[in-house]
């Protein structure tokens, strides 16, 4: 097992084709398909199931990736953190929906600028699906909002993580044009909630505001994004929660309301004693932005 090996098997787990992952590579398919017999036979275990032309992970593929993934990032951080930033490395980050709509186009456009030779992935999620990605080491980062289970430092460092709060964001139940005079939670007639799958913070925080885990007349439609809640929501077939910096960016027809349901912190999480330049480099253009 070696590294070049370890990023056939995760591309093709990713592509869920060898041909597919050859172009990606750019090697012969009949190559990767060796290399991917080889590591199975160095293993001992089958990696994956042959389904046609798709290649599906199997149970020992699966726990093998994580591993992969994180001996990959581990190989590239020391490389990185050996040469003093010379070589730019890369810097996997995670965004709830909301922090990549709203806040991090200025500070990755700054950053890129500022770092040309840095790698920066970025990919999207709830912040339960966040929080699980760092704890299996997938993310280098990530920015979201901690569940109320995950507060404080102790907790934090219990899982080999550390926090800092950056963003704190006001919080806005979004309502059709005839919910015109709600106030409190009460009033609120409209009986379906537009939301992110179960793990979005704010989600739990609108369930809990709005008495939905207690009543049995709610619906919760699921929604992928923002834009469209909101225009669920102007055609009068929802309810949804988001935040100001959301609402400023996506804008909203001028009829429907908004009532204000609580904050929210955002921030930024990171493994204990990850400290290479990259990272580095992000922490300082956060605190100048």
Same mark, same amino acid.
């Given at each position: 097992m070696n590294f070049e090996s370890l990023k056939i098997f995760c591309t093709v787990a990713e592509e869920q084709s060898i041909t597919h992952a050859a172009t990606r590579l750019d090697r012969a398919p009949s190559n990767v398909t060796t290399r991917i017999q080889q590591l199975e036979a160095d293993i001992g275990v089958e990696l994956f199931l042959r389904t046609g032309k798709r290649m599906c992970l199997s149970t020992s593929g699966k726990y093998l990736l994580g591993y992969a993934q994180r001996l990959l990032a581990l190989a590239e951080e020391a490389r990185?953190?050996?040469?003093?930033?010379?070589?730019?490395?890369?810097?996997? #980050? @995670?965004?709830?929906?909301? $922090? &990549?709509?709203?806040?991090?186009? /200025? *500070? !990755?456009?700054?950053?890129?600028?500022?770092?040309?030779?840095?790698?920066?992935?970025?990919?999207?999620?709830?912040?339960?699906?966040?929080?699980?990605?760092?704890?299996?080491?997938?993310?280098?980062?990530?920015?979201?909002?901690?569940?109320?289970?995950?507060?404080?430092?102790?907790?934090?460092?219990? #899982? @080999?993580?550390?926090?800092? $709060? &950056?963003?704190?964001?006001?919080? /806005? *139940? !979004?309502?059709?044009?005839?919910?015109?005079?709600?106030?409190?939670?009460?009033?609120?007639?409209?009986?379906?909630?537009?939301?992110?799958?179960?793990?979005?913070?704010y989600r739990a925080l609108a369930e809990e505001w709005l008495g939905i885990t207690a009543s049995t007349d709610w619906k919760v439609d699921e929604m992928g994004t923002y834009s469209p809640m909101v225009a669920c929501v102007a055609a009068g077939a929802c309810v949804a929660v988001l935040p100001q910096s959301v609402l400023d960016v996506l804008g909203a027809p001028p009829e429907l309301k908004t009532v204000r349901i609580g904050r929210a912190n955002t921030c930024l999480l990171w493994r204990q004693g990850y400290d290479v330049p990259a990272f580095r480099n992000l922490l300082q253009l956060l605190k100048e932005v």
């Open positions: 990185h953190v050996v040469t003093e930033g010379r070589y730019g490395g890369s810097l996997r #980050i @995670g965004g709830m929906e909301s $922090t &990549v709509a709203s806040r991090l186009p /200025l *500070l !990755l456009g700054k950053y890129h600028a500022r770092h040309p030779v840095t790698r920066l992935e970025l990919c999207t999620g709830t912040s339960g699906q966040l929080l699980d990605q760092m704890r299996t080491g997938a993310l280098d980062c990530a920015f979201l909002t901690l569940p109320l289970s995950i507060q404080g430092t102790a907790a934090l460092k219990k #899982i @080999g993580l550390t926090a800092k $709060t &950056v963003w704190r964001e006001e919080l /806005l *139940l !979004l309502l059709p044009e005839s919910e015109s005079a709600v106030r409190r939670a009460p009033d609120v007639q409209t009986r379906r909630l537009a939301a992110f799958a179960p793990g979005c913070a």
